[in-house]
């Protein structure tokens, strides 16, 4: 086994890099090698470029680490970093622990434009048999995350901007299917150009309408002659944690059509829109669930819950798509 020191400038970053990083993930990393020094290892090929641990070179780099000790070996043994000068049952060895578990989580943004690429790129390269499902009409690149952080914007002016015009919809039927990355959502209205303001809808006189709408398509959609076995669930709630209007009608579309709803299934560990973090905080018995979004704007919020149920029966239901 071959050892040689060289300089890290001398590592080739992955032009392909699957993980775009998070600025919060970057600072982090550049914070625990400052105070922690070098941990884990990177992974090379054989001509120095990086296939794992492009973030950690990058935040060494920043830290002031200017060599790299490499290890050459063709995959058959583990080579194991060996930190002389500190002991896991230590202040510093539990933060080291927690760092690499914690910069891990936080510094992971999927770069679903490289997967698709590389995926055309190379015949059997299968991101699917990882858990990936890449719908290469969906797949968010560059330009469609630049859209959703405009729509974001927009969302937060409503009622406060007299220059920004906020989308209206008139509450005429238009029901209508679309993909959503690998799943179907169906919506009962949509955003135009004419009718009221998004804000001035989602007022309790709108909930019965709301609701009214929502039995229709279900029960258009699958019958739902037997109601055991299904349940009704929304989107996570983002500011207010009491009831909101999605949750108000499917409280209404629960007594409607007969079936539990579970309230609060779902909970938003950041508030962030493009790469949000969502976790089940209820458990949930039933077999078929519907979930619902009074209003999908980039489809992010939907898509991310219903990848939380994948052994699950889905019905995503939508009261107004203002996707444009």
């Not at 050892?3 to 970053?13: C, P, V, Y």
């Not at 830290?63 to 000790?69: H, Q, T, Y």
């Not at 949000?276 to 458990?283: A, E, R």
Request: include cysteine; proline fraction near 3%.
């Amino acid at each position: 086994m071959e050892e040689k020191i060289i300089d890290i400038n001398q590592l080739h970053h992955d032009k392909k890099n699957f993980n775009k990083g998070t600025d919060e993930g970057k600072q982090m990393m550049e914070q625990s090698f400052r105070e922690h020094g070098a941990g884990r290892s990177v992974l090379l090929d054989k001509d120095n470029n990086i296939i794992a641990g492009n973030k950690s070179t990058s935040a060494a780099r920043k830290a002031g680490i200017k060599k790299v000790r490499v290890i050459e070996t063709d995959g058959t043994e583990l080579i194991a970093v060996k930190r002389t000068d500190i002991s896991i049952d230590s202040k510093e060895g539990r933060e080291m622990a927690l760092l690499d578990n914690r910069t891990a989580q936080v510094n992971l943004a999927w770069n679903e434009v490289e997967l698709e690429s590389v995926s055309d790129q190379f015949e059997g390269f299968d991101p699917s048999q990882f858990g990936f499902d890449i719908d290469t009409s969906q797949v968010e690149s560059p330009s469609l995350n630049d859209t959703l952080r405009e729509d974001m914007k927009k969302r937060k002016q409503w009622g406060k901007d007299k220059d920004y015009t906020e989308p209206v919809c008139n509450l005429a039927d238009m029901v209508e299917i679309h993909a959503l990355r690998g799943y179907r959502y169906i919506h009962s209205f949509k955003t135009g150009t004419e009718g009221a303001p998004l804000s001035e809808i989602k007022k309790p006189e709108s909930v019965g309408l709301f609701a009214d709408k929502a039995a229709e398509l279900i029960r258009s959609t699958i019958g739902l002659k037997q109601t055991d076995g299904w349940c009704i669930i929304t989107t996570p709630k983002r500011r207010h944690k009491e009831q909101n209007f999605a949750s108000k009608v499917c409280a209404e579309l629960s007594r409607r059509l007969g079936i539990p709803f579970h309230d609060d299934v779902v909970e938003a560990k950041n508030r962030a829109r493009i790469d949000p973090v969502f976790t089940i905080v209820k458990p949930v018995s039933e077999r078929n669930i519907i979930i619902y979004d009074d209003i999908l704007t980039g489809g992010t919020t939907l898509y991310t819950t219903a990848n939380l149920f994948p052994d699950r029966n889905l019905l995503l239901i939508v009261g107004i798509n203002n996707h444009r």
